[in-house]
């Protein structure tokens, strides 16, 4: 995948991610960022225990970046110590 699609599959898994878990948004960039690294997450996670992670720009790894995005969110709330 090329740079603009993992910008885009980022703020698309972010958007989704952070309003999954209610947190309403980090802002644009923090929602993208937070993507792109959940989807990277969420790709490592999933091709460790399922052999399939983000296969391109498709539904599959769009689910797989909403996971991962989701598990950044948290974390990045547990690290702030901002609540959900």
């Not at 997450?41 to 052999?51: A, C, I």
């Not at 598990?71 to 609540?83: A, C, L, N, P, S």
Request: aromatic share 10%.
């Amino acid at each position: 995948m090329g740079v603009i699609a993992w910008i885009l599959l980022g703020l698309i898994a972010g958007f989704i991610g952070s309003r999954l878990m209610g947190t309403g948004g980090q802002g644009l960039v923090m929602d993208i960022v937070l993507g792109i690294v959940g989807a990277i997450v969420g790709g490592f996670l999933f091709s460790l225990f399922l052999g399939v992670g983000v296969t391109g720009f498709n539904l599959w790894s769009l689910v797989v970046a909403v996971i991962g995005a989701m598990v950044v969110i948290w974390g990045y709330h547990q690290i702030t110590g901002k609540q959900l």
